[in-house]
């Protein structure tokens, strides 16, 4: 009983975690509101983007600047209003991380949505 006690312990430490993930964002010249109320016709957008990391997910080797790669094509000529980000680990993501992981490489999906107020 206590082997197994040890075993599912051990287990447990190897598949737990914890990390903070960092998504940068360069400075915009289009207005950005996360909430509130911006007045004009709304376009909704929804993008999604892998974002590559070295030793687990402790160095970005992937470009993670979500203003530029996935809000900025999005609003050409208008302020974006209602933007929440998602970060998760989906079922392609496993995967891929499988295969990928046994050289410390990972990745993660971030989905960025919002309305585009022209």
Request: net charge neutral.
């Amino acid at each position: 009983m206590r082997k197994m006690l040890v075993l599912v312990l051990g287990i447990a430490l190897l598949t737990t975690g914890c990390y903070t993930l960092n998504y940068s964002s360069s400075a915009s010249s289009k207005p950005v509101s996360f909430t509130g109320e911006v007045k004009g016709q709304r376009t909704h957008f929804s993008e999604e983007k892998w974002i590559w990391y070295a030793i687990w997910g402790l160095v970005p080797i992937s470009d993670n600047d979500i203003e530029k790669s996935l809000v900025e094509p999005r609003t050409a000529g208008g302020a974006v209003q209602n933007l929440p980000t998602k970060s998760e680990v989906t079922p392609l993501n496993w995967l891929v991380n499988i295969f990928t992981g046994l050289v410390t490489i990972v990745a993660q999906t971030v989905t960025v949505e919002g309305d585009v107020v022209r």
